[in-house]
């Protein structure tokens, strides 16, 4: 049973950083990995993708603040949030993925606010 711990959430101001960390329970490697979020009363959206040579995707709103990196030695994912706003607050869910095959952590929050 693959395993996704997400963790590095929390309180924030806004303008402020933070960085998120996915664990997996299994080797990174062969997956593409990914960030999404979800905010209240809104579906989840994608965040960041990072494929399995490293290169990474962004959804617009992302761009220029958030950093996706991976670690495949450590089996983690990473996302470095920075300039943070109000509209960033939401649950971070991590994602891995293969040829139809899909993992999802339990999330983690991200509460942007002054």
């Known amino acids: 049973q693959v395993q996704l711990v997400e963790s590095g959430g929390g309180l924030v101001q806004p303008g402020g950083s933070l960085r998120l960390s996915c664990a997996a329970s299994?080797?990174?490697?062969?997956?593409?990995m990914g960030w999404y979020r979800q905010a209240p009363g809104k579906e989840r959206e994608l965040v960041a993708t990072i494929n399995i040579i490293g290169r990474t995707n962004y959804a617009d709103s992302a761009k220029g603040r958030f950093t996706m990196s991976r670690d495949n030695a450590k089996k983690t994912v990473y996302m470095q949030m920075n300039s943070l706003k109000a509209e960033d607050t939401a649950v971070y869910y991590c994602w891995m993925g293969r040829s139809g095959m899909d993992y999802w952590g339990k999330g983690t929050l991200v509460t942007v606010s002054s």
């Open positions: 299994t080797s990174l490697f062969i997956y593409d």
